[in-house]
């Protein structure tokens, strides 16, 4: 009975943090139209992104632009609504705290495609 429990607890408290971190990423990131301080340049080659990490600072506004010098790549920001690739690849946003986030190529691109990975350091 103790067992059955501690393992309810556990399991809430488990539920009642994926919420929170959910919550929190989906609200950093706000799309803006005051002009852009930094510029996140994000450039993809067959198989990677040209910086393992990317850094912005907070509340400071700054404006992704994508661009795919090799082969067909498209990339998402966690926190940050919609996805970026050839067609459309600019948006200017601000990050109203610091964290870390990940970036991936969300277009099914070959071999390499699930290597396609890095961060974004808001600080
Ligand atoms: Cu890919």
Known sequence: ?????????????????????GAETA????????PAKQELKIIATNFQFDQPEYRVKQGEPFTINFESKEGVHGVRIEGIDGSFNKSNNTKTVVASKPGTYSIICNISCGTGHSKMTAKLIVE
């Open 27 to 34: 609200n950093t990131f706000a799309e803006t139209k005051d």
């Open 1 to 21: 009975m103790k067992k059955w429990f501690a393992l309810l607890v556990a399991s809430a408290a488990m539920l009642i943090t994926l919420t929170a971190c």
